[in-house]
């Protein structure tokens, strides 16, 4: 919990406060980018199960936010998804459910919830925007978390028009960095890469990487995520969605995502690609017009310092690391 300094007009419960943007918007905040009249309080499973109503309730009511940014969620890899769209439907519903009702119960001011291009239909033009949400069905390999994450866009709509809630939605590209889940199996596309040219390199053998390597994906460094989340919390007002990405022209291939940890790692080793896997959507290219029009300087990190940082620290903790 980060305490504030004098008055409190801001009281912000950061829901999957542990997680990969959880973390990155902590550690922004506390290098400077919280401001005194914000109390920052980072809260995880372990302080309440958030697909129990009552429980999800009893937090609010303990900590009496008047801002909440939801990130929590069950997620995980393409792999992952195909084995268990039941239960991403069914467990995300229930979150996402009992946290924005609880937010409308206990009078939060404003709710930004966390969604993902995933959620965009499979067949559609490119770029997508943020008027294309609804307009297919999303890719069969994840559709039952595309939907649990697109109904927060629905539920956000029906609490402004019912009750006047300010509650919106960011839909991120790709997020990486520090405190991902870098499990193999189950993880996201670039910290399970990072995770297999570590190993290959302890054990000198070559790196093998599934699919062709040709699907082309938008990469956002959890840190630039986590100082955009605190942008919207401040100052933006639309109940629409916002798209929070690099530009189309930084979109990279997975085969040069991971040439650029190979380098990062100085890997020495043979890249295979295991064109028996599935590659997923082959790309899912957004536009980041909107955000623009309104940060049109904002400062990205580039990729590859990006990827080299997210490498010394998965190395630097990789005991602890999530895996």
């Given at each position: 919990?980060t305490?504030?300094?004098g008055?409190?007009?801001?009281?912000?419960?950061?829901?999957?406060?542990?997680?990969?943007?959880?973390?990155?918007?902590?550690?922004?905040?506390?290098d400077?980018?919280?401001?005194?009249?914000?109390?920052w309080?980072?809260?995880?499973?372990?302080d309440?199960?958030?697909t129990?109503?009552?429980?999800?309730?009893?937090?609010?009511?303990?900590?009496?936010?008047?801002?909440?940014?939801?990130?929590?969620?069950?997620?995980?890899?393409?792999?992952?998804?195909?084995?268990?769209?039941?239960?991403?439907?069914?467990?995300?519903?229930?979150?996402?459910?009992?946290?924005?009702?609880?937010?409308?119960?206990?009078?939060?001011?404003?709710?930004v919830?966390?969604?993902?291009?995933?959620?965009?239909?499979?067949?559609?033009?490119?770029?997508?925007?943020?008027?294309?949400?609804?307009?297919?069905?999303?890719?069969?390999?994840?559709?039952?978390?595309?939907?649990?994450?697109?109904?927060?866009?629905?539920?956000?709509?029906?609490?402004c028009?019912?009750?006047?809630?300010?509650?919106?939605?960011?839909?991120?590209?790709?997020?990486?960095?520090?405190?991902?889940?870098?499990?193999?199996?189950?993880?996201?596309?670039?910290?399970?890469?990072?995770?297999?040219?570590y190993?290959?390199?302890?054990?000198?053998?070559?790196?093998?990487?599934?699919?062709?390597?040709k699907?082309r994906?938008?990469?956002?460094?959890?840190?630039?995520?986590?100082?955009?989340?605190?942008?919207?919390?401040?100052?933006?007002?639309?109940?629409?969605?916002?798209?929070?990405?690099?530009?189309?022209?930084?979109?990279?291939?997975i085969?040069?995502?991971?040439?650029?940890?190979?380098?990062?790692?100085?890997?020495?080793?043979?890249?295979?690609?295991?064109?028996?896997?599935?590659?997923?959507?082959?790309?899912?290219?957004?536009?980041?017009?909107?955000?623009?029009?309104?940060?049109?300087?904002?400062?990205?990190?580039?990729?590859?310092?990006?990827?080299?940082?997210?490498?010394?620290?998965?190395?630097?903790?990789?005991?602890?690391?999530?895996?």
């Amino acid at each position: 919990m980060t305490e504030a300094v004098g008055p409190v007009a801001k009281r912000i419960l950061v829901t999957g406060g542990t997680g990969l943007v959880g973390k990155a918007i902590e550690k922004v905040v506390a290098d400077g980018e919280g401001r005194p009249d914000e109390e920052w309080i980072f809260v995880s499973s372990r302080d309440a199960d958030l697909t129990n109503a009552t429980e999800t309730k009893a937090l609010f009511e303990q900590h009496k936010p008047t801002h909440v940014i939801h990130l929590a969620a069950m997620v995980g890899g393409l792999f992952k998804n195909i084995r268990y769209n039941l239960d991403f439907w069914r467990r995300n519903i229930h979150i996402n459910d009992n946290v924005l009702h609880s937010a409308y119960e206990t009078g939060v001011q404003k709710v930004v919830s966390c969604l993902s291009t995933c959620i965009f239909p499979d067949k559609t033009t490119y770029p997508i925007d943020e008027s294309m949400i609804h307009n297919g069905p999303p890719h069969s390999s994840n559709f039952g978390y595309s939907y649990a994450k697109r109904m927060i866009d629905i539920q956000n709509r029906g609490y402004c028009e019912q009750y006047g809630c300010r509650f919106t939605a960011v839909i991120p590209t790709n997020v990486f960095g520090p405190h991902d889940n870098f499990n193999i199996e189950d993880g996201h596309v670039l910290p399970g890469l990072i995770h297999k040219v570590y190993l290959a390199k302890q054990t000198g053998s070559a790196l093998t990487i599934w699919g062709t390597g040709k699907p082309r994906r938008q990469f956002i460094y959890s840190l630039d995520l986590a100082r955009l989340f605190l942008w919207v919390l401040r100052e933006y007002n639309e109940v629409e969605p916002i798209i929070l990405s690099v530009g189309e022209e930084d979109e990279v291939s997975i085969r040069e995502a991971a040439e650029t940890i190979v380098e990062a790692m100085d890997f020495r080793g043979e890249l295979v690609f295991d064109t028996t896997k599935a590659d997923g959507q082959f790309k899912k290219t957004a536009s980041n017009a909107k955000l623009r029009r309104y940060l049109p300087s904002f400062q990205f990190t580039p990729f590859r310092q990006a990827v080299k940082e997210t490498c010394a620290w998965f190395s630097a903790n990789y005991a602890n690391a999530r895996k």
